[in-house]
Antibody, heavy 126, light 107 residues
Framework: EVHLVESGGGLVQPGESLRLSCEAS????????MNWVRQAPGKGLEWVAN????????NYAPSVRGRVIISRDNAKNSLYLQLISLRVEDTAIYFC???????????????????WGQGTLVSVSS | DIQMTQSPSTLSASVGDKVTITCRAS??????LAWYHQKPGKAPKVVIF???ISEGGVPSRFSGSGSGTEFTLTIASLQPDDFASYYC?????????FGQGTKVEVK
């Protein structure tokens, strides 16, 4: 059974940084593109970033580009999101989610989010 | 960015009703669309991908249709567990974007 478990959220002040983690099990993590998706309290879903299986390709939403860094450690079956210079509007639950299957020539197939973690809450407030 | 617009934003229905939710894209996304179901306090779950393919384990009462810019999610006979929020998501062009959501509530 696939499990994705996020951690690292918390209450921070504007301008501070935070590093989120997502530990994966139950599937071949190193073969899959991985994503972060967030949801502000009472609001809809927003895709944040993704990273290909062997870290060669990253993509970011315009709203966070330059302020977040997505990375992964396939040896540890872990995905990370470094949040920099946090703003009040970054307050949200951050979910990690699995994406497409990747090979050595790239990721292909339907890029929907098949498996999700339970999320970790990031609150930015002074 | 591709804008995804869902309608209605809220839908009131009863158990057994047939329910249809619409999602419109601001430009063509071919069939690169997924639908998710989310209960309060829980992570979303994929229901449909590639506009019309049901994810494994999803009840047959859920179906999706459409291509290009107009898509629908239909629940043939609403069940108690179906009262939730539903989101469409395009994955044709970065950045991937979601609709604003449709809340299906008890009438």
């Amino acid at each position: 059974e696939v499990h994705l478990v996020e951690s690292g959220g918390g209450l921070v002040q504007p301008g501070e940084s935070l590093r989120l983690s997502c530990e994966a099990s139950g599937f071949s993590f190193s073969n899959y593109e991985m994503n972060w998706v967030r949801q502000a309290p009472g609001k809809g879903l927003e895709w944040v970033a993704n990273i290909s299986a062997i870290e060669t390709v990253t993509n970011y939403a315009p709203s966070v580009r330059g302020r977040v860094i997505i990375s992964r450690d396939n040896a540890k079956n872990s995905l990370y999101l470094q949040l920099i210079s946090l703003r009040v509007e970054d307050t949200a639950i951050y979910f990690c989610a699995s994406g497409r299957l990747c090979t050595n020539v790239g990721c292909s197939g339907a890029a929907y989010f098949r498996h999700w973690g339970q999320g970790t809450l990031v609150s930015v407030s002074s | 960015d591709i804008q995804m617009t869902q309608s209605p934003s809220t839908l009131s229905a009863s158990v057994g009703d047939k329910v249809t939710i619409t999602c419109r894209a601001s430009q063509t996304i071919r069939s690169n669309l997924a639908w998710y179901h989310q209960k309060p306090g829980k992570a979303p779950k994929v229901v449909i991908f590639e506009a019309s393919i049901s994810e494994g384990g999803v009840p047959s009462r859920f179906s999706g249709s459409g291509s290009g810019t107009e898509f629908t999610l239909t629940i043939a006979s609403l069940q108690p567990d179906d009262f939730a929020s539903y989101y469409c998501q395009q994955y044709n062009v970065y950045p991937w974007t979601f609709g604003q959501g449709t809340k299906v509530e008890v009438k």
